[in-house]
């Protein structure tokens, strides 16, 4: 249930020449994460808020996690998006301690995934 079709596609796309293809994209999606949600926090410390830049940074993550099918953290970041375009300054950082939990969630679920494959191989 963390996952959508778009992560299955990514399998398809990994072959012998490419044996780490997916695992590949997933440390890539890591590191663009860790960047934009670093960007979220500060964003969320700055007075005046900005909900337009949060939103479009929340929008990029939401891309960036839909690129590998993190389909329960693209939920949690349209709930902050809401949020945000209601001006919802609570409802913003309620929400992002859920995306980052399911981030987490969502990583530790991914790395015991390698971490099978490379014993499957």
């Known amino acids: 249930g963390y996952l959508d079709e778009q992560f299955i596609q990514l399998e398809d796309l990994q072959d012998e020449a490419n044996p780490n293809f997916v695992e590949e994209v997933v440390k890539l999606f890591y590191t663009d994460s860790a960047r934009l949600l670093r960007k979220i926090d500060l964003a969320l410390d700055d007075r005046p808020f900005d909900f337009e830049k949060l939103d479009d940074v929340m929008h990029q993550f939401m891309g960036s996690s839909s690129s590998i099918g993190a389909k329960r953290v693209q ?18 950082t309620r929400t992002f301690q859920e995306v980052k939990h399911e981030y987490a969630t969502l990583k530790k679920k991914l790395e015991n995934y390698f971490q099978l494959a490379k014993v499957a191989r």
């Not at 949690?76 to 300054?89: A, V």
């Open 75 to 92: 939920r949690k970041c349209t709930e902050f998006q809401e949020y945000s375009k209601d001006g919802n300054f609570e409802g913003c």
